[in-house]
């Protein structure tokens, strides 16, 4: 990133151990977890836990806490050597795909009943996150907030829903990190968009029905330390264009070369500006390596 100082926040983000649970593990200090009303959530670590609501118990090297019979949030706390790890833990809203076309006249559409490769992370969401749960500010990871993500559509309807998945915050998070390191004064990644219901995608042109927004797990972000609505400049050519989001682009690809836990696998993509917005990554967590 030319022109930038070095700079760093240290290790405030993340402690000397992890939580493992959904097909994570994280040492971020602040996570979420989304599960059903009664669904056993198991997570794999070393550290003691403790929650105020649902039922937890130990059982070998993992915690299993059952969720409260009705949506809402509860938190676990997981804590080693005067470290601590908040779990966010979302109970969702029930939804059934094919039956219902919305929740409680928030639209959300229908989601394809096939597989995408097969892969259970393009199963049909069984239920949503209510942001009355939230609220919208609060951090569901080191420097971002839930109410980044909303889907928009229908500007503050009550109640709204959305969904975001863990491995996309802790790609979120790291890229971040990076950027930091490397000079940027960002205290989040701007997000254009993160959660997108089906009903939206199809309202702005987008006839995928793979899209991972739709699940929760991408996102169209840039960096904007400087608050101005558009990207920095990155390549520090005095101009806002296409090569600064291709910059991000490169210590993503940088990221995902080096790989890891930080990094979950997934899809990256820049976009130019156009006269709606100025240019952009995307990045989400798929689960498999994609580029275009």
């Known amino acids: 990133f030319a022109g930038l100082v070095s700079s760093a926040w240290g290790n405030s983000n993340r402690a000397g151990f ?17 599960v059903m009303p009664d669904e056993i959530l198991r997570v794999r670590t070393t ?15 993992e915690w299993l806490w059952t969720a409260p019979g009705q949506p809402g949030r509860s938190t676990i706390l997981f804590s080693q050597d005067s470290q601590t790890i908040t779990l966010q833990v979302f109970i969702l809203t029930p939804f059934q795909n094919g039956v219902q076309d919305g929740l409680n006249g928030y639209r959300i559409g229908r989601y394809a009943s096939e597989l995408f490769r097969g892969l259970s992370s393009y199963s049909a969401p069984k239920g949503f996150i209510d942001l009355s749960h939230g609220p919208e500010d609060l951090q569901i990871s080191p420097h971002f907030t839930l109410g980044q993500f909303i889907c928009k559509q229908q500007p503050g309807h009550d109640p709204t829903y959305l969904l975001i998945r863990p491995a996309l915050l802790i790609k979120l998070v790291t890229l971040l990190e990076a950027a930091v390191a490397r000079g940027c004064a960002a205290p989040t990644l701007y997000v254009m968009s993160g959660f997108r219901t089906p009903h939206y995608n199809r309202s702005i042109g987008n006839n995928t029905t793979t899209s991972r927004h739709l699940y929760g797990g991408a996102a169209d972000v840039w960096i904007d330390g400087d608050g101005d609505g558009m990207i920095d400049d990155l390549n520090g050519d005095g101009r806002i264009t296409r090569d600064d989001a291709r910059a991000l682009a490169q210590l993503a690809e940088s990221l995902a070369a080096k790989g890891g836990r930080n990094w979950p696998s997934g899809g990256l993509s820049v976009y130019s500006a156009n006269a709606a917005h ?15």
């Open 278 to 292: 100025g240019p952009f990554i995307h990045i989400d967590a798929r689960g498999y390596k994609a580029r275009w």
């Open 18 to 34: 992890t939580i493992a649970f959904q097909g994570v593990e994280t040492d971020l200090v602040i996570m979420t977890a989304s």
């Open 47 to 61: 550290a003691e836990a403790d929650s105020e609501q649902g039922l937890l118990r130990r059982e070998g090297n």
